[in-house]
Protein backbone atom coordinates (compact mmCIF):
# COMPACT_ATOMS: atom_id res chain seq x y z
CA UNK A 1 0.00 0.00 0.00
CA UNK A 2 3.19 2.41 0.89
CA UNK A 3 4.39 1.94 -2.70
CA UNK A 4 0.68 2.30 -4.31
CA UNK A 5 0.38 5.45 -2.22
CA UNK A 6 4.27 6.84 -3.21
CA UNK A 7 3.00 6.73 -6.45
CA UNK A 8 0.22 9.17 -6.30
CA UNK A 9 2.63 11.95 -4.27
CA UNK A 10 5.83 11.67 -1.47
CA UNK A 11 3.56 13.51 0.92
CA UNK A 12 1.02 10.14 0.50
CA UNK A 13 3.41 7.44 0.54
CA UNK A 14 4.68 9.62 4.34
CA UNK A 15 1.16 8.68 5.34
CA UNK A 16 1.41 5.41 4.73
CA UNK A 17 4.68 5.67 7.15
CA UNK A 18 3.39 7.48 9.31
CA UNK A 19 0.71 4.51 9.90
CA UNK A 20 3.33 1.87 9.73
CA UNK A 21 5.59 3.61 12.50
CA UNK A 22 1.70 3.35 14.92
CA UNK A 23 1.98 -0.29 14.26
CA UNK A 24 5.26 -0.49 15.92
CA UNK A 25 5.91 -1.12 19.80
CA UNK A 26 2.61 -2.71 20.33
CA UNK A 27 2.41 -5.80 23.09
CA UNK A 28 1.27 -7.57 19.90
CA UNK A 29 -1.81 -9.33 22.31
CA UNK A 30 -4.41 -9.86 19.79
CA UNK A 31 -2.39 -11.46 16.78
CA UNK A 32 -0.34 -13.52 20.05
CA UNK A 33 -3.86 -14.58 21.44
CA UNK A 34 -4.83 -15.46 17.46
CA UNK A 35 -1.96 -17.49 16.94
CA UNK A 36 -2.23 -19.26 20.57
CA UNK A 37 -5.79 -19.97 20.30
CA UNK A 38 -5.45 -22.20 16.56
CA UNK A 39 -2.55 -23.66 17.86
CA UNK A 40 -3.72 -24.95 20.98
CA UNK A 41 -7.06 -25.85 19.41
CA UNK A 42 -4.72 -27.85 16.86
CA UNK A 43 -5.51 -25.59 13.89
CA UNK A 44 -3.45 -26.38 10.37
CA UNK A 45 -4.51 -22.77 8.57
CA UNK A 46 -1.30 -21.24 9.68
CA UNK A 47 -1.15 -18.62 6.83
CA UNK A 48 -5.01 -17.60 7.51
CA UNK A 49 -4.56 -17.66 10.63
CA UNK A 50 -1.16 -15.14 10.32
CA UNK A 51 -3.64 -13.00 7.96
CA UNK A 52 -6.56 -12.85 10.66
CA UNK A 53 -3.90 -12.10 13.54
CA UNK A 54 -2.31 -9.15 11.48
CA UNK A 55 -6.46 -7.92 10.82
CA UNK A 56 -6.40 -7.76 14.76
CA UNK A 57 -3.72 -6.36 15.31
CA UNK A 58 -4.47 -3.53 11.91
CA UNK A 59 -8.12 -3.12 14.02
CA UNK A 60 -6.04 -2.23 16.99
CA UNK A 61 -4.13 -0.36 14.91
CA UNK A 62 -7.16 2.02 13.39
CA UNK A 63 -8.87 2.12 16.34
CA UNK A 64 -6.02 3.34 18.97
CA UNK A 65 -5.76 6.41 15.89
CA UNK A 66 -9.03 7.56 16.10
CA UNK A 67 -9.00 7.01 19.74
CA UNK A 68 -5.83 9.22 19.94
CA UNK A 69 -7.93 11.81 18.06
CA UNK A 70 -10.95 11.93 20.46
CA UNK A 71 -8.59 12.21 23.44
CA UNK A 72 -6.74 14.39 22.14
CA UNK A 73 -3.26 12.75 22.31
CA UNK A 74 -0.15 13.34 20.33
CA UNK A 75 1.93 10.96 21.61
CA UNK A 76 1.31 7.10 22.22
CA UNK A 77 3.93 4.31 23.81
CA UNK A 78 6.14 7.60 24.35
CA UNK A 79 6.42 8.86 20.76
CA UNK A 80 4.75 10.87 18.62
CA UNK A 81 1.71 9.29 17.43
CA UNK A 82 0.03 10.12 14.04
CA UNK A 83 -1.46 13.14 14.92
CA UNK A 84 1.80 14.42 16.88
CA UNK A 85 3.90 13.85 13.90
CA UNK A 86 1.99 16.07 11.34
CA UNK A 87 1.26 18.33 13.90
CA UNK A 88 4.70 18.66 14.47
CA UNK A 89 5.35 18.84 11.00
CA UNK A 90 3.16 21.51 10.25
CA UNK A 91 4.24 23.43 13.58
CA UNK A 92 7.91 23.06 12.21
CA UNK A 93 6.59 24.74 8.89
CA UNK A 94 5.39 27.81 11.24
CA UNK A 95 1.91 26.79 10.95
CA UNK A 96 0.37 28.11 14.47
CA UNK A 97 -0.04 25.54 17.17
CA UNK A 98 -3.87 25.12 17.00
CA UNK A 99 -4.14 24.85 13.54
CA UNK A 100 -1.10 22.39 13.14
CA UNK A 101 -2.95 20.54 16.08
CA UNK A 102 -6.05 20.43 13.50
CA UNK A 103 -4.38 19.44 10.49
CA UNK A 104 -2.94 16.44 12.92
CA UNK A 105 -5.88 15.44 14.01
CA UNK A 106 -7.77 15.23 10.53
CA UNK A 107 -4.42 13.54 8.94
CA UNK A 108 -4.83 10.97 11.80
CA UNK A 109 -8.82 10.72 11.17
CA UNK A 110 -7.77 9.59 7.33
CA UNK A 111 -5.36 7.06 8.25
CA UNK A 112 -7.34 5.34 10.71
CA UNK A 113 -9.79 4.97 8.15
CA UNK A 114 -6.99 3.30 5.63
CA UNK A 115 -5.95 0.91 8.57
CA UNK A 116 -9.57 0.26 9.40
CA UNK A 117 -10.61 -1.19 5.49
CA UNK A 118 -7.27 -2.83 5.35
CA UNK A 119 -8.15 -4.56 8.49
CA UNK A 120 -11.10 -6.21 6.85
CA UNK A 121 -9.45 -6.83 3.74
CA UNK A 122 -6.66 -8.63 5.29
CA UNK A 123 -9.81 -11.27 6.93
CA UNK A 124 -10.90 -11.06 3.47
CA UNK A 125 -7.39 -12.09 2.06
CA UNK A 126 -6.84 -14.70 4.77
CA UNK A 127 -8.09 -17.52 2.02
CA UNK A 128 -10.90 -18.16 4.38
CA UNK A 129 -13.98 -19.04 2.54
CA UNK A 130 -17.94 -19.81 2.92
CA UNK A 131 -18.81 -20.28 6.46
CA UNK A 132 -15.65 -19.77 8.34
CA UNK A 133 -14.51 -16.52 6.44
CA UNK A 134 -18.28 -15.12 7.15
CA UNK A 135 -17.34 -16.60 10.63
CA UNK A 136 -14.29 -14.41 10.85
CA UNK A 137 -15.99 -11.32 9.45
CA UNK A 138 -18.97 -11.43 12.37
CA UNK A 139 -16.08 -11.93 14.93
CA UNK A 140 -14.64 -8.63 13.65
CA UNK A 141 -17.96 -6.91 13.23
CA UNK A 142 -18.67 -8.48 16.90
CA UNK A 143 -15.58 -6.54 18.41
CA UNK A 144 -15.73 -3.27 15.94
CA UNK A 145 -19.11 -2.85 17.21
CA UNK A 146 -18.61 -3.25 20.84
CA UNK A 147 -15.51 -0.72 20.78
CA UNK A 148 -17.58 1.60 19.06
CA UNK A 149 -20.18 1.19 22.01
CA UNK A 150 -17.29 1.24 25.11
CA UNK A 151 -16.12 4.24 23.17
CA UNK A 152 -19.36 6.15 23.18
CA UNK A 153 -19.54 5.66 26.79
CA UNK A 154 -16.06 6.74 27.39
CA UNK A 155 -16.89 10.06 25.52
CA UNK A 156 -20.13 10.50 27.57
CA UNK A 157 -18.70 9.56 30.79
CA UNK A 158 -15.70 12.05 30.22
CA UNK A 159 -18.29 14.99 30.18
CA UNK A 160 -20.35 13.58 32.24
CA UNK A 161 -20.78 15.65 35.67
CA UNK A 162 -20.89 12.19 38.35
CA UNK A 163 -18.28 9.94 38.53
CA UNK A 164 -20.15 5.98 36.81
CA UNK A 165 -20.09 3.58 38.97
CA UNK A 166 -17.46 0.84 38.87
CA UNK A 167 -19.23 -1.22 36.99
CA UNK A 168 -20.37 0.85 34.59
CA UNK A 169 -16.57 1.49 33.76
CA UNK A 170 -15.55 -2.39 34.20
CA UNK A 171 -18.39 -2.52 31.31
CA UNK A 172 -17.36 0.66 29.33
CA UNK A 173 -13.76 -1.15 29.67
CA UNK A 174 -14.76 -4.45 28.10
CA UNK A 175 -16.86 -3.19 25.45
CA UNK A 176 -14.42 -0.79 24.54
CA UNK A 177 -11.42 -2.69 24.82
CA UNK A 178 -11.41 -6.33 25.52
CA UNK A 179 -14.21 -7.70 23.17
CA UNK A 180 -11.91 -6.59 20.35
CA UNK A 181 -8.35 -7.19 22.28
CA UNK A 182 -9.06 -10.82 24.22
CA UNK A 183 -12.56 -12.60 22.75
CA UNK A 184 -12.52 -11.85 19.34
CA UNK A 185 -9.07 -12.82 18.91
CA UNK A 186 -9.46 -15.64 20.62
CA UNK A 187 -12.41 -17.12 19.14
CA UNK A 188 -11.09 -16.21 15.70
CA UNK A 189 -8.03 -18.35 16.46
CA UNK A 190 -10.15 -21.23 17.61
CA UNK A 191 -12.77 -21.30 14.53
CA UNK A 192 -9.80 -20.89 12.63
CA UNK A 193 -8.92 -24.17 13.66
CA UNK A 194 -12.50 -25.85 13.53
CA UNK A 195 -13.25 -25.67 17.67
CA UNK A 196 -16.78 -26.24 18.70
CA UNK A 197 -19.08 -23.86 19.32
CA UNK A 198 -18.88 -24.06 22.72
CA UNK A 199 -15.09 -24.14 22.83
CA UNK A 200 -14.94 -20.83 21.37
CA UNK A 201 -17.68 -19.60 23.53
CA UNK A 202 -15.22 -20.94 26.75
CA UNK A 203 -12.46 -18.79 25.04
CA UNK A 204 -14.57 -15.96 24.90
CA UNK A 205 -15.23 -15.84 28.44
CA UNK A 206 -11.31 -16.76 29.63
CA UNK A 207 -10.78 -13.64 27.20
CA UNK A 208 -13.81 -11.60 29.03
CA UNK A 209 -12.19 -12.19 32.26
CA UNK A 210 -8.51 -11.61 31.21
CA UNK A 211 -9.96 -8.22 29.62
CA UNK A 212 -11.20 -7.21 32.90
CA UNK A 213 -7.82 -8.09 34.88
CA UNK A 214 -5.73 -6.37 32.25
CA UNK A 215 -7.64 -3.50 32.02
CA UNK A 216 -7.78 -3.31 35.85
CA UNK A 217 -3.79 -3.09 35.98
CA UNK A 218 -3.59 -0.63 32.89
CA UNK A 219 -5.85 1.67 35.57
CA UNK A 220 -3.28 1.43 37.70
CA UNK A 221 -0.11 1.79 35.70
CA UNK A 222 -2.00 5.08 33.85
CA UNK A 223 -1.86 6.34 38.04
CA UNK A 224 0.77 4.65 39.63
CA UNK A 225 2.63 3.21 36.66
CA UNK A 226 6.83 3.61 35.91
CA UNK A 227 6.81 6.24 33.07
CA UNK A 228 10.39 4.96 31.91
CA UNK A 229 8.46 1.57 31.47
CA UNK A 230 5.28 2.63 30.60
CA UNK A 231 6.02 5.43 27.83
CA UNK A 232 2.96 7.36 29.02
CA UNK A 233 3.55 10.25 31.64
CA UNK A 234 1.54 9.32 35.18
CA UNK A 235 -0.29 12.61 35.34
CA UNK A 236 -2.22 11.74 32.01
CA UNK A 237 -5.24 9.80 33.57
CA UNK A 238 -5.37 12.17 36.53
CA UNK A 239 -5.17 15.55 34.38
CA UNK A 240 -7.79 14.32 31.80
CA UNK A 241 -10.15 13.30 34.45
CA UNK A 242 -10.12 10.13 32.74
CA UNK A 243 -13.29 7.27 34.07
CA UNK A 244 -10.95 4.26 35.71
CA UNK A 245 -11.62 1.70 38.27
CA UNK A 246 -9.77 3.13 41.13
CA UNK A 247 -11.48 6.47 40.72
CA UNK A 248 -14.88 5.14 40.12
CA UNK A 249 -13.95 3.34 43.04
CA UNK A 250 -11.90 6.66 45.52
CA UNK A 251 -15.73 8.35 44.58
CA UNK A 252 -17.52 5.89 46.72
CA UNK A 253 -15.56 6.75 50.03
CA UNK A 254 -15.00 9.38 52.43
CA UNK A 255 -11.42 10.79 50.73
CA UNK A 256 -13.32 11.52 47.50
CA UNK A 257 -13.85 15.19 48.72
CA UNK A 258 -10.18 15.77 49.26
CA UNK A 259 -9.36 13.32 45.64
CA UNK A 260 -11.95 15.21 43.70
CA UNK A 261 -9.99 18.43 42.99
CA UNK A 262 -7.38 16.67 41.74
CA UNK A 263 -8.99 14.63 38.77
CA UNK A 264 -9.78 16.50 35.66
CA UNK A 265 -7.15 19.41 36.94
CA UNK A 266 -5.79 19.95 33.61
CA UNK A 267 -2.58 21.50 34.92
CA UNK A 268 -1.90 19.04 37.71
CA UNK A 269 1.81 19.46 39.41
CA UNK A 270 4.01 15.84 39.80
CA UNK A 271 3.46 17.05 43.47
CA UNK A 272 -0.31 17.40 43.66
CA UNK A 273 -0.17 13.94 41.61
CA UNK A 274 1.82 12.70 44.64
CA UNK A 275 -0.50 13.69 46.96
CA UNK A 276 -3.32 11.89 44.84
CA UNK A 277 -1.85 9.09 44.57
CA UNK A 278 -1.47 8.94 48.77
CA UNK A 279 -4.76 9.91 48.98
CA UNK A 280 -6.01 6.86 45.87
CA UNK A 281 -4.03 4.25 48.47
CA UNK A 282 -5.48 5.90 52.04
CA UNK A 283 -9.10 5.09 50.43
CA UNK A 284 -8.29 1.84 49.36
CA UNK A 285 -9.07 2.49 45.83
CA UNK A 286 -5.46 0.85 44.61
CA UNK A 287 -6.09 -2.24 46.85
CA UNK A 288 -9.87 -2.48 45.12
CA UNK A 289 -8.06 -2.16 41.65
CA UNK A 290 -5.55 -4.68 42.37
CA UNK A 291 -7.90 -7.16 43.88
CA UNK A 292 -10.11 -6.96 41.00
CA UNK A 293 -7.26 -7.66 38.59
CA UNK A 294 -6.19 -10.59 40.56
CA UNK A 295 -9.48 -12.17 41.23
CA UNK A 296 -10.50 -12.16 37.43
CA UNK A 297 -7.35 -12.93 36.43
CA UNK A 298 -8.08 -16.03 39.01
CA UNK A 299 -11.61 -16.83 37.20
CA UNK A 300 -9.68 -17.06 33.93
CA UNK A 301 -7.20 -19.11 35.16
CA UNK A 302 -10.31 -21.43 36.59
CA UNK A 303 -11.31 -21.81 33.11
CA UNK A 304 -7.84 -23.20 31.40
CA UNK A 305 -8.88 -26.58 33.52
CA UNK A 306 -11.92 -27.20 31.41
CA UNK A 307 -9.99 -26.68 28.21
CA UNK A 308 -7.77 -28.78 26.47
CA UNK A 309 -3.99 -28.93 27.75
CA UNK A 310 -2.42 -28.08 24.34
CA UNK A 311 -4.66 -24.92 24.58
CA UNK A 312 -4.64 -24.20 28.45
CA UNK A 313 -0.45 -24.65 28.00
CA UNK A 314 -0.80 -21.97 25.48
CA UNK A 315 -2.46 -19.40 27.39
CA UNK A 316 -1.19 -19.96 30.74
CA UNK A 317 2.04 -17.73 29.66
CA UNK A 318 -0.64 -15.42 28.30
CA UNK A 319 -2.36 -14.97 31.65
CA UNK A 320 0.97 -14.67 33.69
CA UNK A 321 2.06 -11.79 31.06
CA UNK A 322 -1.06 -10.10 31.46
CA UNK A 323 -0.93 -9.79 34.91
CA UNK A 324 2.45 -9.12 35.82
CA UNK A 325 2.73 -6.32 34.19
CA UNK A 326 5.08 -3.00 33.98
CA UNK A 327 4.01 -1.41 30.60
CA UNK B 1 -27.71 -3.06 13.21
CA UNK B 2 -29.84 -0.36 15.27
CA UNK B 3 -31.76 -3.29 16.85
CA UNK B 4 -28.67 -4.86 18.24
CA UNK B 5 -27.47 -1.04 18.94
CA UNK B 6 -30.46 -0.62 21.20
CA UNK B 7 -29.83 -3.84 22.80
CA UNK B 8 -26.48 -2.36 24.39
CA UNK B 9 -27.61 1.22 25.61
CA UNK B 10 -30.34 3.82 24.40
CA UNK B 11 -27.17 5.75 23.56
CA UNK B 12 -25.82 3.61 21.56
CA UNK B 13 -29.07 3.09 19.29
CA UNK B 14 -29.15 7.02 18.70
CA UNK B 15 -26.14 6.71 17.18
CA UNK B 16 -27.35 4.40 14.60
CA UNK B 17 -30.20 6.46 14.26
CA UNK B 18 -27.88 9.69 13.93
CA UNK B 19 -25.93 7.27 11.14
CA UNK B 20 -29.37 6.47 9.51
CA UNK B 21 -30.19 10.55 9.06
CA UNK B 22 -26.59 11.21 8.13
CA UNK B 23 -27.61 8.93 5.12
CA UNK B 24 -31.05 10.80 3.90
CA UNK B 25 -31.56 13.51 1.31
CA UNK B 26 -28.47 13.27 -0.57
CA UNK B 27 -28.63 12.74 -4.34
CA UNK B 28 -27.93 8.36 -4.52
CA UNK B 29 -25.65 9.16 -7.42
CA UNK B 30 -23.95 6.36 -6.51
CA UNK B 31 -26.28 3.50 -6.20
CA UNK B 32 -27.92 4.91 -8.93
CA UNK B 33 -24.72 4.65 -10.99
CA UNK B 34 -23.98 1.39 -9.93
CA UNK B 35 -27.21 0.53 -10.90
CA UNK B 36 -27.70 2.17 -14.29
CA UNK B 37 -24.15 0.92 -15.39
CA UNK B 38 -25.37 -2.83 -14.22
CA UNK B 39 -28.66 -1.95 -15.82
CA UNK B 40 -27.14 -0.43 -18.79
CA UNK B 41 -24.51 -3.40 -19.54
CA UNK B 42 -27.11 -5.82 -19.29
CA UNK B 43 -26.80 -7.33 -15.95
CA UNK B 44 -29.18 -9.84 -14.07
CA UNK B 45 -27.54 -9.75 -10.66
CA UNK B 46 -29.77 -7.47 -9.36
CA UNK B 47 -29.58 -8.67 -5.84
CA UNK B 48 -26.31 -8.31 -5.56
CA UNK B 49 -26.55 -4.74 -7.31
CA UNK B 50 -28.49 -3.10 -4.78
CA UNK B 51 -25.99 -4.48 -2.04
CA UNK B 52 -22.94 -2.90 -3.71
CA UNK B 53 -25.44 0.11 -4.62
CA UNK B 54 -25.77 0.09 -0.91
CA UNK B 55 -22.43 -0.20 -0.05
CA UNK B 56 -21.11 2.93 -2.30
CA UNK B 57 -23.81 5.35 -0.63
CA UNK B 58 -22.75 3.89 2.70
CA UNK B 59 -19.16 4.38 1.78
CA UNK B 60 -20.19 7.98 1.32
CA UNK B 61 -21.46 8.96 4.65
CA UNK B 62 -18.41 7.52 6.20
CA UNK B 63 -16.51 9.77 3.81
CA UNK B 64 -18.85 12.74 4.90
CA UNK B 65 -18.85 12.40 8.50
CA UNK B 66 -15.66 12.10 8.91
CA UNK B 67 -15.04 15.11 6.25
CA UNK B 68 -17.46 17.36 8.14
CA UNK B 69 -15.24 16.49 11.33
CA UNK B 70 -11.92 17.27 9.50
CA UNK B 71 -13.96 20.72 7.80
CA UNK B 72 -15.40 21.09 11.27
CA UNK B 73 -19.11 21.53 9.86
CA UNK B 74 -22.06 20.65 11.70
CA UNK B 75 -24.45 21.26 9.32
CA UNK B 76 -24.92 18.87 6.35
CA UNK B 77 -27.63 19.36 3.26
CA UNK B 78 -29.38 22.06 6.42
CA UNK B 79 -29.57 19.77 9.09
CA UNK B 80 -27.10 19.53 11.77
CA UNK B 81 -24.85 16.68 10.90
CA UNK B 82 -23.63 13.90 13.83
CA UNK B 83 -21.21 16.24 14.87
CA UNK B 84 -23.95 18.47 14.95
CA UNK B 85 -26.48 16.95 16.69
CA UNK B 86 -24.14 15.39 19.27
CA UNK B 87 -23.05 18.55 19.96
CA UNK B 88 -26.26 20.34 20.10
CA UNK B 89 -27.31 17.50 22.44
CA UNK B 90 -24.46 18.22 24.54
CA UNK B 91 -24.79 21.91 24.68
CA UNK B 92 -28.23 21.58 26.01
CA UNK B 93 -27.54 19.56 28.39
CA UNK B 94 -25.13 22.62 29.65
CA UNK B 95 -21.66 21.44 28.61
CA UNK B 96 -19.84 24.19 27.52
CA UNK B 97 -19.30 24.85 23.27
CA UNK B 98 -15.59 23.53 23.02
CA UNK B 99 -16.25 20.27 24.95
CA UNK B 100 -19.44 19.93 23.48
CA UNK B 101 -18.24 20.86 20.11
CA UNK B 102 -15.43 17.83 20.79
CA UNK B 103 -18.16 15.47 21.94
CA UNK B 104 -19.83 15.92 18.65
CA UNK B 105 -16.80 15.46 16.34
CA UNK B 106 -15.55 12.32 18.81
CA UNK B 107 -19.25 10.48 18.19
CA UNK B 108 -18.73 11.21 14.49
CA UNK B 109 -15.84 9.63 14.14
CA UNK B 110 -17.46 6.81 15.81
CA UNK B 111 -20.51 6.46 13.61
CA UNK B 112 -17.92 7.04 10.68
CA UNK B 113 -16.14 4.13 11.54
CA UNK B 114 -19.22 1.87 12.05
CA UNK B 115 -20.11 3.30 8.49
CA UNK B 116 -17.00 2.09 6.73
CA UNK B 117 -17.32 -1.12 8.16
CA UNK B 118 -20.66 -1.72 7.32
CA UNK B 119 -19.73 -0.17 3.84
CA UNK B 120 -17.41 -2.85 3.35
CA UNK B 121 -19.52 -6.15 4.94
CA UNK B 122 -22.26 -4.70 2.21
CA UNK B 123 -20.26 -6.10 -0.87
CA UNK B 124 -19.21 -9.09 1.24
CA UNK B 125 -23.02 -10.05 1.83
CA UNK B 126 -23.78 -9.11 -1.44
CA UNK B 127 -23.33 -12.61 -2.63
CA UNK B 128 -20.92 -11.81 -5.36
CA UNK B 129 -17.93 -14.46 -4.82
CA UNK B 130 -14.79 -15.51 -6.64
CA UNK B 131 -13.25 -13.21 -8.72
CA UNK B 132 -16.42 -11.31 -8.81
CA UNK B 133 -15.79 -10.44 -5.01
CA UNK B 134 -12.56 -9.56 -5.33
CA UNK B 135 -12.90 -7.02 -7.94
CA UNK B 136 -15.80 -5.30 -5.90
CA UNK B 137 -13.27 -5.18 -2.85
CA UNK B 138 -10.38 -4.19 -5.26
CA UNK B 139 -12.87 -1.25 -6.50
CA UNK B 140 -13.80 -0.19 -3.17
CA UNK B 141 -10.25 -0.52 -1.82
CA UNK B 142 -9.70 1.89 -5.16
CA UNK B 143 -11.90 4.00 -3.95
CA UNK B 144 -10.94 4.97 -0.33
CA UNK B 145 -7.56 4.83 -1.21
CA UNK B 146 -8.02 7.69 -3.98
CA UNK B 147 -10.54 9.42 -1.35
CA UNK B 148 -7.79 9.46 1.21
CA UNK B 149 -5.25 10.73 -0.79
CA UNK B 150 -7.45 13.60 -1.63
CA UNK B 151 -8.23 14.54 1.46
CA UNK B 152 -4.81 14.68 2.50
CA UNK B 153 -3.99 16.98 -0.36
CA UNK B 154 -7.46 18.70 0.98
CA UNK B 155 -6.02 19.06 4.20
CA UNK B 156 -2.25 20.16 2.76
CA UNK B 157 -3.81 23.01 0.53
CA UNK B 158 -6.32 24.28 3.64
CA UNK B 159 -2.99 24.80 5.60
CA UNK B 160 -0.74 25.91 3.45
CA UNK B 161 -0.56 29.70 2.23
CA UNK B 162 0.26 29.24 -1.34
CA UNK B 163 -3.08 29.37 -3.52
CA UNK B 164 -3.03 25.73 -5.86
CA UNK B 165 -2.74 25.77 -9.25
CA UNK B 166 -5.99 24.44 -11.35
CA UNK B 167 -4.47 21.41 -12.37
CA UNK B 168 -3.81 20.75 -8.54
CA UNK B 169 -7.55 21.15 -7.36
CA UNK B 170 -9.13 19.22 -9.99
CA UNK B 171 -6.63 16.46 -9.41
CA UNK B 172 -7.61 16.77 -5.64
CA UNK B 173 -11.01 17.13 -6.46
CA UNK B 174 -10.96 13.84 -8.45
CA UNK B 175 -8.98 12.05 -6.04
CA UNK B 176 -11.35 12.96 -2.87
CA UNK B 177 -14.93 12.67 -4.66
CA UNK B 178 -14.65 11.85 -8.50
CA UNK B 179 -12.93 8.47 -7.86
CA UNK B 180 -15.71 7.04 -5.41
CA UNK B 181 -18.62 9.21 -6.76
CA UNK B 182 -18.10 7.96 -10.10
CA UNK B 183 -15.75 5.86 -11.37
CA UNK B 184 -15.63 3.25 -8.78
CA UNK B 185 -19.50 2.66 -9.12
CA UNK B 186 -19.85 2.64 -12.74
CA UNK B 187 -16.95 0.03 -12.89
CA UNK B 188 -18.70 -1.76 -10.03
CA UNK B 189 -21.89 -2.00 -11.83
CA UNK B 190 -20.35 -2.61 -15.21
CA UNK B 191 -18.20 -5.93 -13.60
CA UNK B 192 -21.79 -7.12 -11.95
CA UNK B 193 -22.76 -7.31 -15.61
CA UNK B 194 -19.59 -9.16 -16.42
CA UNK B 195 -18.74 -6.60 -18.99
CA UNK B 196 -15.48 -6.25 -20.42
CA UNK B 197 -12.20 -4.57 -18.67
CA UNK B 198 -12.20 -2.41 -21.67
CA UNK B 199 -16.06 -0.72 -21.18
CA UNK B 200 -14.98 -0.73 -17.60
CA UNK B 201 -12.26 1.31 -18.69
CA UNK B 202 -14.46 3.60 -20.77
CA UNK B 203 -16.87 3.65 -18.16
CA UNK B 204 -14.11 4.95 -15.36
CA UNK B 205 -12.92 7.80 -18.06
CA UNK B 206 -16.68 8.82 -18.38
CA UNK B 207 -16.98 8.77 -14.45
CA UNK B 208 -13.92 10.78 -14.48
CA UNK B 209 -15.15 13.47 -17.02
CA UNK B 210 -18.69 13.53 -15.02
CA UNK B 211 -16.70 14.09 -11.74
CA UNK B 212 -14.88 16.89 -12.91
CA UNK B 213 -17.55 18.69 -13.89
CA UNK B 214 -19.44 17.94 -10.85
CA UNK B 215 -17.02 19.23 -8.75
CA UNK B 216 -16.64 22.54 -11.20
CA UNK B 217 -20.51 22.87 -10.63
CA UNK B 218 -19.98 21.95 -6.91
CA UNK B 219 -17.13 24.92 -6.52
CA UNK B 220 -19.27 27.18 -8.36
CA UNK B 221 -22.65 26.30 -6.59
CA UNK B 222 -20.67 27.00 -3.07
CA UNK B 223 -20.21 30.34 -3.91
CA UNK B 224 -23.04 31.37 -6.46
CA UNK B 225 -25.34 29.14 -4.69
CA UNK B 226 -29.02 29.97 -4.04
CA UNK B 227 -28.77 28.91 -0.22
CA UNK B 228 -32.50 27.64 -0.16
CA UNK B 229 -31.42 25.34 -2.99
CA UNK B 230 -27.95 24.13 -1.79
CA UNK B 231 -28.95 23.89 1.91
CA UNK B 232 -25.55 25.26 3.08
CA UNK B 233 -24.38 28.72 3.31
CA UNK B 234 -22.57 30.32 0.02
CA UNK B 235 -20.45 31.96 2.44
CA UNK B 236 -18.65 28.53 3.70
CA UNK B 237 -16.55 28.52 0.97
CA UNK B 238 -15.35 31.58 0.98
CA UNK B 239 -15.16 32.39 4.81
CA UNK B 240 -13.31 28.46 5.23
CA UNK B 241 -10.92 29.67 2.21
CA UNK B 242 -11.73 26.47 0.22
CA UNK B 243 -9.26 25.68 -2.23
CA UNK B 244 -11.63 25.63 -5.14
CA UNK B 245 -11.55 26.12 -8.69
CA UNK B 246 -12.68 29.71 -8.95
CA UNK B 247 -10.44 30.69 -6.42
CA UNK B 248 -7.61 29.13 -8.12
CA UNK B 249 -8.02 30.63 -11.37
CA UNK B 250 -8.84 33.84 -9.83
CA UNK B 251 -5.21 33.95 -7.76
CA UNK B 252 -3.50 33.99 -11.02
CA UNK B 253 -5.56 37.41 -12.58
CA UNK B 254 -5.07 40.56 -11.63
CA UNK B 255 -7.79 41.21 -9.41
CA UNK B 256 -6.65 39.05 -7.04
CA UNK B 257 -4.88 41.32 -4.66
CA UNK B 258 -8.69 42.63 -4.01
CA UNK B 259 -10.52 39.12 -3.93
CA UNK B 260 -7.45 37.82 -1.57
CA UNK B 261 -8.62 39.55 1.66
CA UNK B 262 -12.00 37.93 1.52
CA UNK B 263 -10.78 34.32 1.24
CA UNK B 264 -10.48 32.52 4.13
CA UNK B 265 -12.07 35.85 5.88
CA UNK B 266 -13.80 34.07 9.11
CA UNK B 267 -16.07 36.86 10.18
CA UNK B 268 -16.96 37.60 6.48
CA UNK B 269 -20.33 39.78 5.81
CA UNK B 270 -22.73 39.27 3.65
CA UNK B 271 -22.13 42.36 1.46
CA UNK B 272 -18.22 41.29 1.28
CA UNK B 273 -19.52 38.14 0.12
CA UNK B 274 -21.48 39.99 -2.61
CA UNK B 275 -18.69 42.39 -3.24
CA UNK B 276 -16.20 38.72 -3.89
CA UNK B 277 -18.53 37.16 -5.73
CA UNK B 278 -18.31 40.51 -8.20
CA UNK B 279 -15.00 40.49 -8.29
CA UNK B 280 -15.15 36.70 -9.01
CA UNK B 281 -17.25 37.28 -12.21
CA UNK B 282 -15.11 40.08 -13.47
CA UNK B 283 -11.64 38.51 -12.81
CA UNK B 284 -13.08 35.78 -15.06
CA UNK B 285 -13.14 32.96 -12.72
CA UNK B 286 -16.50 32.16 -13.00
CA UNK B 287 -16.88 31.88 -16.77
CA UNK B 288 -13.38 29.47 -16.43
CA UNK B 289 -15.62 27.29 -13.93
CA UNK B 290 -18.40 27.27 -15.97
CA UNK B 291 -16.35 26.18 -19.22
CA UNK B 292 -14.35 23.73 -17.22
CA UNK B 293 -17.49 21.79 -16.22
CA UNK B 294 -19.47 22.51 -20.06
CA UNK B 295 -15.99 21.00 -21.54
CA UNK B 296 -15.68 18.36 -19.37
CA UNK B 297 -19.54 17.29 -20.00
CA UNK B 298 -19.08 17.14 -23.53
CA UNK B 299 -16.00 15.27 -23.38
CA UNK B 300 -18.38 12.52 -21.19
CA UNK B 301 -20.93 12.87 -23.59
CA UNK B 302 -18.70 11.89 -26.46
CA UNK B 303 -17.95 8.72 -24.78
CA UNK B 304 -21.34 7.77 -24.51
CA UNK B 305 -21.27 6.91 -28.64
CA UNK B 306 -18.11 4.52 -27.89
CA UNK B 307 -21.08 2.46 -25.52
CA UNK B 308 -23.88 0.28 -26.54
CA UNK B 309 -26.27 1.74 -27.11
CA UNK B 310 -28.36 0.51 -23.86
CA UNK B 311 -25.75 1.69 -21.59
CA UNK B 312 -25.49 5.65 -23.26
CA UNK B 313 -29.23 5.33 -23.10
CA UNK B 314 -28.85 4.39 -19.36
CA UNK B 315 -26.18 7.25 -18.81
CA UNK B 316 -27.51 9.69 -20.46
CA UNK B 317 -30.06 11.71 -18.30
CA UNK B 318 -27.32 10.98 -14.95
CA UNK B 319 -24.72 13.33 -17.43
CA UNK B 320 -27.86 15.35 -17.99
CA UNK B 321 -28.96 15.85 -14.13
CA UNK B 322 -25.49 16.65 -12.91
CA UNK B 323 -24.91 19.60 -15.14
CA UNK B 324 -28.30 21.48 -14.27
CA UNK B 325 -27.78 21.28 -11.08
CA UNK B 326 -28.80 23.77 -8.50
CA UNK B 327 -28.08 21.81 -5.62
Known amino acids: MRGRASGVSAEYGALWDALASSTLGGKRFRPRLVLCAHIGCGGVRDDAAAHVAAAFELLHTALIVHDDVIDRDFTRRGMPNVSGSYRDRAATAGIPIPVAEHRGMSTAIIAGDLALFNAYRLIDRSGAEGALRARLLDLMDEALFASAAGELLDVEFSVSREIPAVEQIVQMERL ?93 TREEADHARELLVACGAEVFTRGLASRTAAEAAARLDDMPAKLAEELRPVLIATLDRTR
Do not use: C, H, M, N
Open 176 to 268: KTAAYTFEAPLKAGAALADASSSLQELLGEFGRDLGIAYQATDDLLGVFGDESLTGKTALGDLREGKSTVPIAFAATTGLWPQIAPFVGKGDL
